[in-house]
């Protein structure tokens, strides 16, 4: 079995809301990922948990903030979101760094 | 630093005919690749992997893959297609100045399959 599941499918926010993505794996993998794409783009990586501490943060503005409460979930915290952060959020898993990673389906994000 | 480029944004094929996606990589060593597809408003899906093994590699639904270390390609192939294969694919390479803990994925294309 190789799924991750994120919720929710799609969500709709404002640029003042606070909202959260959730990730879940089962598979026992100890690497988590979040990914952000737009429209025609390929993934672009944001953060990469391992061992659930923090191991890459690719830059991101602070208004993206992840959390890993333990090795099966991750979360994306989102506050004060800008319009052009509408995208698809992926979230990925693998056993270990470096090894195969696993996508979930997404959460498509609209920041109006 | 590790790079693939796809050749082709755009690939049309009819149904029945070979399916070709072409995927050339940049590595100062040994290279693990990954095809993956994305059908519309879902997530990736790996279709395949090379991990220094056989050079052939078979996926699923069909697919396949050959790597050609004096070519530095890992082209995509599948001997008939289908409807479903209409998608967008992306080639990717293991991230070696990250520790290996970054993909990074070529442009890709989108397979379009005409009745």
């Known amino acids: 079995d190789t799924e991750v599941t994120q919720t929710p499918k799609h969500l709709v926010m404002g640029m003042t809301n606070k909202k959260s993505l959730k990730c879940e794996q089962h598979m026992g993998h100890r690497a988590m990922y979040w990914y952000k794409q737009k429209a025609k783009k390929p993934p672009e990586l944001m953060f990469v948990?391992?061992?659930?501490?923090?191991?890459i943060n690719e830059s991101v503005p602070s208004r993206f903030s992840p959390e890993c409460p333990n090795s099966s979930l991750l979360n994306l915290h989102l506050h004060a979101l800008q319009p052009e952060d509408s995208a698809l959020y992926l979230c990925?898993?693998?056993?270990?760094?470096?090894?195969?990673?696993?996508f979930g389906p997404g959460t498509r994000l609209l920041v109006l | 630093a590790q790079s693939v480029t796809q050749l082709g944004s755009h690939v049309s094929v009819s149904e029945g005919a070979l399916v070709l996606l072409r995927c050339n990589y940049s590595s100062s060593v040994p290279p693990y690749l990954f095809w993956y597809v994305q059908y519309p408003n879902q997530g990736l899906q790996l279709l395949l992997k090379y991990t220094s093994a056989a050079t052939l590699v078979k996926g699923i639904n069909g697919f396949e893959a050959e790597f050609k270390k004096s070519e530095t390609s890992f082209h995509l192939t599948k001997p008939s297609a289908h409807m479903s294969d209409a998608a967008e694919y992306f080639c990717?390479?293991?991230?070696?100045?990250?520790?290996?803990?970054?993909?990074?994925f070529g442009t890709g294309t989108r397979l379009l399959v005409s009745p």
């Open positions: 948990y391992s061992y659930e501490k923090l191991s």
């Open positions: 990717a390479v293991r991230d070696l100045n990250t520790g290996f803990q970054k993909l990074v």
């Open positions: 990925a898993s693998s056993q270990v760094i470096g090894e195969t990673q696993y």
